[in-house]
């Protein structure tokens, strides 16, 4: 069964940075889309940033060039760096997992994630 387990999440001021760190499957950086989420409380859930087995990403507007997205094969594991952090960026961080190598555009999760983290709490404080 996969698993995947999110760590990282805190509490910050606004400007401050944060890395989040998620487990994912052996060899799934090698062999299918990874990407993170976020939801906020009273809101949908959203795509955040992607990465493709080719290393590619994609990122929502709302955190390009403040957030970046990476990965390291020998462990096994997703991260997201996230400077220059505002308010609006509070939300439950989930990491997801597809079961191909391709992520789709940015958007809502819809069905084309299988495997999900539990989720890391980020806040950031004004």
């Known amino acids: 069964q996969v698993q995947l387990m999110e760590s990282g999440g805190g509490s910050v001021q606004a400007g401050g940075s944060l890395r989040l760190s998620c487990k994912v499957s052996q060899y799934a950086v090698y062999n299918y889309c990874l990407a993170w989420f976020r939801q906020a409380p009273g809101k949908e859930r959203e795509g955040v940033a992607t990465?493709?087995?080719?290393?590619?990403?994609d990122y929502s507007d709302s955190v390009k060039g403040r957030f970046t997205i990476s990965t390291d094969g020998a462990k096994d594991t997703l991260y997201l760096q996230m400077n220059s952090l505002k308010p609006d960026d509070t939300a439950m961080y989930y990491c997801?997992?597809?079961?191909?190598?391709?992520?789709?555009?940015?958007?809502?999760?819809?069905?084309?994630?299988?495997?999900w983290g539990q989720g890391t709490q980020v806040t950031v404080t004004s």
């Open positions: 990465v493709n087995t080719d290393g590619s990403t």
């Open positions: 997801a997992q597809r079961t191909v190598w391709w992520c789709p555009a940015i958007g809502p999760p819809g069905t084309d994630y299988a495997h």
